[in-house]
Structure formats: structure tokens, C-alpha cells
T-cell receptor
Framework: GENVEQHPSTLSVQEGDSAVIKCTYS??????FPWYKQELGKRPQLIID?????GEKKDQRIAVTLNKTAKHFSLHITETQPEDSAVYFC???????????FGKGTRLSVIA | DAGVIQSPRHEVTEMGQEVTLRCKPI?????LFWYRQTMMRGLELLIY????????DSGMPEDRFSAKMPNASFSTLKIQPSEPRDSAVYFC????????FGQGTRLTVV
């Protein structure tokens, strides 16, 4: 089955700097890669996703890149703000109706 | 739409008791997933349904766990008997392509 590895497990950045979180996956059949943000005590919330027919997607300060050959994808947050502090999870699945397999999460701290 | 609704939000129970967690998915979503979240193991898939039919329950840790989806708008996850190691946050999620999570149920078994 699918296995998703996520790095780093913790990340601290100064406000205004960029943050990058990287994930690798094992199943070449996976073609859907969402990213979730989970604030303390709250639910994971979808912030951006990418499908295998696209190499990069941007939404304001966040972007995701995908390298299907290397089986890795990354989340980029620019101009970080304190409210970006949260745990971020990457995930992968062969299609939208099949379960997501999650990475272990990255705890991002943005220091003001 | 109110999103995925789970109840209760918090549950504290004694070891050996039966626990039932409830989920109402978003209307129109044909897939429903139950996940368990702990610090040690992260987000683990327990079981998922497509069109109310259980597809894969290989993530259910033991026979003490069972899940049902009697109709498109309701699902339950039951633990009987509960044990302290079952303490975790249990999330229900639904979707068609994307998966949307409920608020979760924080279960504490003492």
C-alpha cells in the first residue's frame, strides 16, 4: 500500500521568511496530493491540493509542487505570518474516492 | 452546509464500557472515512465506506471496533469494550474528491 514520508517533523521560521515542507510517496498509482493544516485542538482543514497532471499550483502565499518521477511533493509558504503556525499534513491517494494516506505531520512555528 | 458533524465532541468513559461515536457526512458526498489521531501514530485510517458500503476495514485495530453506515447521512463507530489505549481523537471525514473532516471526538478511557 501507499506510504507517505514527511519532513521535517518540526520547523521554526522567522515571520516573513519562507517555509518548505517535503513529502515522498511510494505508490506510483497515487495521483491526488492534498495538504491539510491543523491548528491546536481543531480539525485538519484542506488548504491546497494538486493532481498528477499538474506540476505546480499556487494560491496566494502557498504553493505546492509535484515531481511524479521522483515521487515527491512539497508545500511552500512565503511571507510567513504567526497565524501560519500549525501542524501541516501531506497526503496521497490513487483517487479522490479512496482513502488518503497521511504523512506524520510538520509542526510549523512562525516566530514574530 | 454545516459540514461534517460528529458527536459527541468529548467522551470520557471507564474501561470496559461501550462507546459509540456518530457522524453525519456532508450531503452528496459518497465516501466516508473514519480516522484516529494520536501523537504516536498520527492520522490512521480505520475504515471507509463508498455509497454506504464498507470497502476496507483493515485499519480497524481489533474486533472490539465496529462501524456501520445504515444510510447516506449517518455512520457510527463503536468500541466495545473500551480500553485506555483507545484514548485518541477520532475523526470522520467525507468527500467526493477532496476529504472534509468533522470536528472530531476526543475519547478518553480511564
Amino acid at each position: 500500500g501507499e506510504n507517505v514520508e514527511q519532513h521535517p517533523s518540526t520547523l521554526s521560521v522567522q515571520e516573513g521568511d519562507s517555509a518548505v515542507i517535503k513529502c515522498t510517496y511510494s505508490d506510483s498509482a497515487s495521483n491526488y496530493f492534498p495538504w491539510y493544516k491543523q491548528e491546536l485542538g481543531k480539525r485538519p482543514q484542506l488548504i491546497i491540493d494538486i493532481r498528477s497532471n499538474v506540476g505546480e499550483k499556487k494560491d496566494q502565499r502557498i504553493a505546492v509542487t509535484l515531481n511524479k518521477t521522483a515521487k515527491h511533493f512539497s508545500l511552500h509558504i512565503t511571507e510567513t505570518q504567526p497565524e501560519d503556525s500549525a501542524v501541516y499534513f501531506c497526503a496521497a491517494s490513487p483517487s479522490g474516492n479512496t482513502p488518503l494516506v497521511f504523512g506524520k505531520g510538520t509542526r510549523l512555528s512562525v516566530i514574530a | 452546509d454545516a459540514g461534517v458533524i460528529q458527536s459527541p465532541r468529548h467522551e470520557v468513559t471507564e474501561m470496559g464500557q461501550e462507546v459509540t461515536l456518530r457522524c453525519k457526512p456532508i450531503s452528496g458526498h459518497n465516501s466516508l472515512f473514519w480516522y484516529r489521531q494520536t501523537m504516536m501514530r498520527g492520522l490512521e485510517l480505520l475504515i471507509y465506506f463508498n455509497n454506504n458500503v464498507p470497502i476496507d476495514d483493515s485499519g480497524m485495530p481489533e474486533d472490539r471496533f465496529s462501524a456501520k453506515m445504515p444510510n447516506a447521512s449517518f455512520s457510527t463507530l463503536k468500541i466495545q469494550p473500551s480500553e485506555p489505549r483507545d484514548s485518541a481523537v477520532y475523526f470522520c471525514a467525507s468527500g467526493t474528491v477532496e476529504a472534509f473532516f468533522g470536528q472530531g471526538t476526543r475519547l478518553t478511557v480511564v
